[in-house]
């Protein structure tokens, strides 16, 4: 791994993204970015891939039919 590959995404700018994609505040450049991101880092997307079930989960346990 070089550090052209990582481009300018690290492992701490990637965990913010992925809280703020939770909410839909994420522009379609940085999703670019953390999917490039997940492609070179398992950690990450194994926390964005949990970070989705548990927001899925709380929703359905909160019967929301809101979003
Ligand atoms: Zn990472």
């Known amino acids: 791994m070089t550090e052209d590959e990582l481009g300018d995404l690290d ?3 990637a965990s913010r993204l992925i809280s703020d994609a939770l909410d839909g505040a994420v ?3 940085d999703q670019e ?6 492609v070179i880092c398992e950690t990450c997307r194994n926390v ?3 970070m ?3 927001r899925r ?5 909160d ?3 809101t979003h």
Request: proline letters at 0%; a positive charge.
């Open 52 to 54: 989705n079930f548990l």
């Open 11 to 13: 492992c701490h700018v």
């Open 57 to 61: 989960a709380v929703r359905q346990m």
């Open 27 to 29: 522009g379609a450049g």
């Open 63 to 65: 019967g929301q039919t």
């Open 33 to 38: 970015r953390m999917r490039r991101h997940f």
């Open 48 to 50: 964005s891939d949990q």
